[in-house]
């Protein structure tokens, strides 16, 4: 598939996008906010750098972009241009996810998976759903957890 804009547009919209403070990182944040949860943002301390850290409950929320991290799902699709580029981030992002996890879990942290598909587009949950998956998940004993979209493997 041929880009839609130029080179320049491109690379500016692809700078824009930030790592952390994304809408649904701040959507979950509010929403168990006013669930009376209370966290910390981006501790450095930890492996990942975990988007939300409840250190009462040892537990960390990840709120994963379906694209970055090669979710598959309907809302990830490998670039057609700079695929190489693209394949080398993409699977270097996951294998970082994926060592990240395990030293948290190593150090006695739960971890908790919320993806960008639960959220947004054709699969979203109803928010409500995905808070209440959340904060039960929180307040429990599991020692991890993960909330995707409704529709899975739909893809072209």
Not at 104 to 115: D, E, P, Q, S, T
Not at 127 to 146: A, C, D, H, M, P
């Amino acid at each position: 598939m041929i880009d839609i804009v130029d080179k320049k547009t491109r690379s500016r919209m692809m700078s824009g996008i930030r790592g952390k403070n994304t809408k649904p990182e701040i959507l979950v944040r509010k929403s168990l906010f006013s669930k009376g949860l209370r966290y910390r943002l981006h501790d450095k301390r930890l492996p990942g750098k975990p988007d939300l850290v409840f250190p009462k409950y040892k537990a960390v929320v990840f709120v994963n972009g379906c694209f970055w991290h090669g979710h598959d799902c309907y809302l990830f699709k490998w670039p057609s241009t700079r695929t190489g580029f693209w394949k080398k981030k993409i699977t270097r992002n996951r294998e970082l996810d994926r060592i990240n996890i395990e030293k948290l879990k190593k150090a006695g942290w739960r971890v908790f998976l919320v993806w960008e598909c639960a959220l947004k587009g054709k699969g979203k949950r109803p928010l409500e759903q995905v808070i209440n998956t959340l904060e039960s998940w929180i307040r429990g004993k599991k020692t991890e957890g993960e909330i995707r979209g409704l529709i899975e493997h739909d893809r072209e």
